[in-house]
């Protein structure tokens, strides 16, 4: 049983008893009370009742005596004390019955009962004698009353017998119930006594048995305690019989914890024993490195450390190799060889035992070695060792060594570890000692260089004072070519200067020429469209002979205009008066006009002409269209002017990489060629192949120049091979323009151009007349007619050329034609004829301008409505602008393009 | 009922309509589109053709025709079959020429076409890369995507359901950062398009699609 139990137990007994014990008291003392209120509250009542009783009844006695007595002596105020007297009787008589009345109440048992009813009846038998008296007395016979009162005496005398037997009885009564009371109350105490008496031994007896109960375990464990021994831990007692309560938990928590100890003490054992081992090595170690320590020589590092070691673990051999700079080990030292040498010297990486160790960075360990593998001898004798350990000596990961011991017993495990941990540290030192000898070497090497080096400082500083001496000369040249560069900057001031005035003059010289072009081309241009009219006869009116004078007089004008046209190209192009119009070309319309131009040349010359597209090439080329026919013109003319027989071939290409090439047209002939020499001045204005080839071949000489130039402002340039009397190939490259040129042109300078090569291009091309296209039918020109049948059309224009030129071309078409010189004569004109339905005018005329005469026309009302086509120059972009500002409808640019202006007349004259 | 629709569609147009429309088209619309390889150009409801072939021109004298295509598109097949025809009434020559020359042509409009009998001739070369087409705005749905879709004076006899459809299909139409230009008279504020196009020349009713913030400059009383 546990102990919480027992004790739970033993205090709940003594707890029962007490309640057990309070209880009964409580019991016994409240019987007690009810008995003793019983006596005072009931008999000690009827007690007090009837001496009441007795008191009344004396009183109406001794009251009636008196009232008899009165009677006698003072009869005169008899009547009022007599009514006093019967008064008072009265007020007894009553009393007397109510005291009987509660004693009948109060009485319990039957004899009280009985003589309670006795002394009623009395009592009214002598109430009954009263009243009978006071009969008499008021009958005024007192005497009788007297009489009958005296007769009488008995009643009174039983009432009160009887009262005080009544009294008695209840006296006795009183005393019997304190007699019971008092044997109760020492029956009561009699128990108490025992009940606490018992109570007690028990309670004694309960806590003895528990206390004995609990201190019988407690010994029990206690004692197996005490005698843990001292210092014995391995073997320690342990507590047997265990009971299952509290104290037996901590029994078993005991036994636990000395499994504990034991197994902790069992470690330490073993802890102990590494620990003494650990400090062989350690100790051994110490004494071995410190043997070792500061020895620079590995010879004798190696004697010195065997010689430590070999003792310390009983070996009778050893030998230290140590890996030289390859992979072989070499042997530093060695252990017990008095007399003969033990050991190979050398041995490779990998070679027997040892070199297998090293290479594997492993130990190896034999026990039982043959019996002549060595012998170690003393002054004694000789024996053979049984065990052998190769050890490799490590740093940083490799195998820097070999160490190899031979004993005559089993070397054991502390030796082993011992050497191990030392080839392990051990090195290090060598490493350090190998390190040393390499510095060593280094530094006899150092101190030779340093010693060179200082000769060559002493040298180097001799030089630096020469290199001095030398700037210091070179300064005083720096000044004096300082002196001469002003002296060359004023003459090249003064060169600028005249450069400029060169510049200058050959600019006017070349506006001159410029301005000279419409001079000389306006008379000649007329004299060539006249005598092409007449070549043509279209009247039929000249002879053969006139015929042919006239088509000599266009032959001659024509090769005079071409010469004028490139100096004049020429001198423009130099004075930076040329304007490119780039616009969209199709390849392909290169191709037609190349056709149209050489195909008759080169059957004249009986020369053949290939033209030929590469399917590669762009079919768009975004440049000037007039500029590079012109180019090829220039080219192709060159090719066959200088080609007998063979061929011409014109090669169109997609061109290289080069921004500025996207087509490349290739003109290559089979002619005479060019030296290579020449090659380079051939494109220098006013230059031939030689002089005589101009007499041989003719032309100016300016064509390759004006191309090279035209290409240039193209963006493109002209690349040329050729071979002396094997022929010649020009390559013309020309990029896309973009509209950023294009724009920049339209801001150059604006000059007065008139038409010139453009009319020219159509002499050239077609032998048919002027300026008309012929790509249209007989049925336009004759619907044309009927539209512009009878219109009259006035001609504003001072170049009889061009007025020649239009009005021809009008009048084949029907329309009468006017014409007038400048804007004066224009509005005159106008005043004359009102019949006037359009009129086409030019700008730069003397007198009065083109700008002018329109706004005068204007200025008339009748006029305002009258069309009015202005004649531009193609170059000029802003012309066009003036001209509708100052009143013109429409504008076409010279050279004037036949059918549009006839279309552009048709949709003016329309009404 | 061709013939019915014909009387019913409404086919007034001229070349160069709206000069200042052109003029501010060819200095600020031009150099957006002269980088991109090709060009692709809607003119929806072209009608006879008039203002495609202005465009032709315009982009002809830009130096851009040849890697441009335009497809004008109508409704009307018989005002198609005209318009392909490239012929316009000499009557109105007159008028579209001074029309160019306001537009800022650069060349002469003469160069452009030749008269036979009483019609100007649109000259071929124009019309190499135009493609007439027929398209009804209110039936039909986008066909391609272009970077500038002119639909001028179209939508001004719509109501305004079929104005938001026509709406609706021009901006599934355009390529990104694309431009749409209506007639200079239209009023398109109150509708929906407002929320697709950014508003970028207010008089010319040129209009952007594109999220970057894109601004022309736009000069008052050009003309």
């Known amino acids: 049983m546990r102990i919480k139990t027992k004790l739970y137990m033993g205090f709940g007994i003594v707890l029962t008893v007490i309640l057990l014990i309070g209880t009964t008291v409580l019991y016994t003392y409240n019987q007690q009370r009810d008995h003793l209120s019983n006596v005072v509250n009931e008999n000690y009542e009827r007690v007090k009742l009837a001496d009441n009783l007795e008191a009344y009844s004396q009183a109406i006695s001794r009251e009636v005596r008196q009232l008899l007595l009165m009677d006698l002596n003072h009869f005169d105020q008899s009547v009022t004390i007599y009514e006093d007297q019967k008064e008072l009787i009265n007020y007894y008589q009553h009393s007397s019955t109510v005291q009987l009345d509660l004693l009948k109440q109060l009485s319990t048992n039957k004899d009280t009962s009985d003589l309670i009813a006795t002394i009623e009846f009395e009592n009214d038998q002598y109430n009954d004698l009263i009243l009978s008296i006071f009969d008499y007395v008021e009958s005024g016979n007192t005497n009788r009353g007297v009489q009958e009162l005296l007769n009488n005496t008995e009643v009174r005398t039983s009432l009160i017998d009887s009262i005080n037997e009544l009294k008695v009885l209840e006296e006795h009564e009183m005393e019997r119930a304190l007699q019971s009371s008092e044997e109760m109350f020492h029956s009561a105490l009699l128990f108490f006594s025992s009940l606490i008496g018992i109570s007690i031994l028990f309670i004694v007896g309960l806590t003895l048995q528990i206390t004995k109960s609990i201190d019988r375990s407690i010994n029990k464990v206690r004692s197996v305690m005490v005698n843990i021994p001292s210092k014995l831990m391995d073997q320690l007692p342990k507590i047997r019989n265990i009971k299952d309560d509290e104290i037996g938990d901590i029994a078993k928590t005991y036994n636990v914890m000395v499994e504990h100890l034991e197994s902790i003490k069992k470690k330490e054992d073993k802890l102990n024993e590494t620990l003494k081992e650990d400090n062989w090595i350690k100790s051994n170690y110490a004494q071995v490195t410190d043997n070792i320590q500061g020895l620079q020589d590995l010879k004798k590092f190696s004697e010195t450390l065997l010689t430590s070691i070999a003792p310390l673990v009983s070996a009778s051999f050893g030998i230290l190799y140590i890996k030289d700079d390859g992979k072989q080990l070499i042997k530093q030292g060695s252990y017990a060889d008095e007399y003969r040498d033990i050991g190979v010297e050398k041995i490779n990486f990998g070679d027997g035992l040892v070199g297998q160790s090293a290479l594997t960075n492993r130990k190896m360990y034999f026990r039982k070695l043959p019996e002549n593998y060595i012998k170690s001898s003393s002054g004694l004798g000789e024996g053979v060792p049984t065990s052998l350990i190769i050890i490799p000596v490590k740093f940083e990961k490799g195998v820097i060594g070999v160490l190899e011991l031979a004993k005559f017993e089993p070397f054991t495990r502390i030796e082993i570890d011992f050497l191990e941990h030392l080839c392990d540290s051990v090195g290090a030192n060598i490493n350090q000692i190998l390190n040393h000898l390499k510095i060593s070497d280094l530094l006899v090497e150092s101190q030779t260089t340093t010693e060179e080096l200082q000769t060559q400082s002493e040298e180097l500083q001799q030089q630096q004072e020469e290199l001095r001496m030398i700037n210091e000369k070179l300064h005083d040249q720096y000044k004096q070519s300082d002196e001469k560069t002003k002296e060359l900057e004023v003459i090249k001031k003064d060169l600028e200067r005249r450069n400029r005035e060169i510049q200058l003059s050959s600019k006017y010289k070349s506006e001159f020429l410029a301005n000279m072009s419409h001079e000389l081309r306006t008379p000649l241009n007329s004299i060539l469209i006249l005598s092409q009219l007449l070549h043509e006869n279209n009247d039929q009116n000249l002879t053969k002979k006139q015929v042919e004078h006239a088509e000599t007089i266009y032959t001659s004008g024509k090769d005079l205009l071409d010469l004028i046209n490139d100096i004049l190209d020429l001198s423009k192009i130099e004075s930076g008066k040329i304007d490119i119009y780039p616009e969209e070309l199709e390849i392909s319309n290169v191709k037609a006009f190349v056709e149209r131009q050489f195909s008759h040349v080169a059957q004249q010359k009986g020369v053949n002409f290939n033209i030929k597209i590469e399917h590669d090439t762009p079919s768009i080329i975004y440049t000037d269209d007039q500029r590079l026919k012109q180019i090829l013109k220039n080219l192709l003319s060159n090719a066959f002017k200088f080609t007998k027989e063979g061929n011409v071939d014109l090669h169109i290409k997609r061109g290289s990489n080069d921004v500025n090439s996207k087509v490349i047209f290739s003109i290559r002939d089979t002619g005479i060629g060019i030296s290579t020499e020449k090659q380079k001045s051939i494109f220098e204005a006013f230059y031939q192949g030689d002089g005589t080839t101009t007499r041989k071949y003719g032309g100016t000489g300016l064509g390759l120049s004006i191309s090279k130039e035209l290409s240039t402002l193209l963006g493109g340039y002209i690349e040329v091979e050729s071979k002396e009397g094997k022929g010649s190939s020009f390559l013309l490259h020309l990029p896309d323009l973009s509209s950023q040129i294009d724009e920049a042109v339209i801001d150059m300078d604006e000059i007065a151009v008139t038409s010139e090569e453009p009319l020219n291009d159509r002499f050239d091309s077609q032998s048919n007349i002027t300026v008309i296209h012929h790509n249209k039918t007989e049925k336009d020109i004759e619907n044309t007619k009927e539209l512009l049948e009878n219109k009259v059309v006035l001609i504003v224009d001072d170049d009889m050329r061009n007025v020649f030129a239009l009005t021809t071309a009008l009048e084949m078409n029907k329309i009468k034609v006017l014409f007038a010189e400048n804007g004066k004569e224009a509005i005159d004109m106008l005043n004359k004829n009102p019949a006037i339905s359009i009129v086409l005018m030019d700008i730069m005329m003397p007198i009065m301008d083109g700008y002018e005469a329109m706004k005068k026309i204007r200025e008339r009302e009748e006029w305002s409505d009258l069309p009015i086509i202005a004649l531009t120059a193609k170059a000029m972009k802003n012309d066009r602008e003036k001209c509708l500002q100052a009143g013109a409808s429409d504008y076409i640019s010279k050279p004037v393009d036949m059918t549009q202006l006839l279309s552009l007349i048709k949709v003016w004259v329309y009404k | ?223």
């Open chain 2, 1 to 223: 009922m061709k013939k019915l629709l014909n009387d019913l569609s409404i086919n007034v147009t001229e070349m160069f309509r709206d000069p200042s429309f052109f003029k501010v088209f060819r200095t600020e619309i031009i150099p957006i589109l002269r980088d991109k390889p090709v060009i692709r150009i809607w003119h929806a409801g072209c009608s006879s053709g008039e203002e495609a072939y202005s465009m032709a021109i315009l982009l002809y004298e830009e130096g851009l025709y040849n890697k441009t295509r335009i497809y004008a598109t109508d409704m009307n097949e018989q005002i198609l079959e005209k318009a392909n025809g490239g012929e316009i009434p000499i009557t109105n020559m007159q008028l579209f020429t001074r029309n160019y020359q306001q537009a800022g042509g650069v060349k002469e409009f003469s160069r452009y076409y030749s008269v036979d009998d009483n019609v100007a001739v649109i000259q071929p070369f124009l019309k190499k890369n135009i493609v007439f087409a027929h398209h009804n705005l209110v039936t039909d749905f986008s066909f391609n995507e272009f970077h500038v879709i002119l639909c001028r004076n179209v939508l001004i006899y719509f109501n305004n359901k079929l104005k938001n459809r026509v709406y609706h299909l021009l901006y599934n139409s355009l390529s990104d950062e694309g431009f749409v230009c209506f007639g200079s008279k239209e009023t398109i504020t109150d509708s929906e398009a407002t929320t697709f196009f950014q508003i970028i020349h207010s008089r010319e009713k040129i209009y952007y699609k594109g999220k970057k913030h894109f601004s022309i400059k736009e000069e008052g009383n050009r003309i």
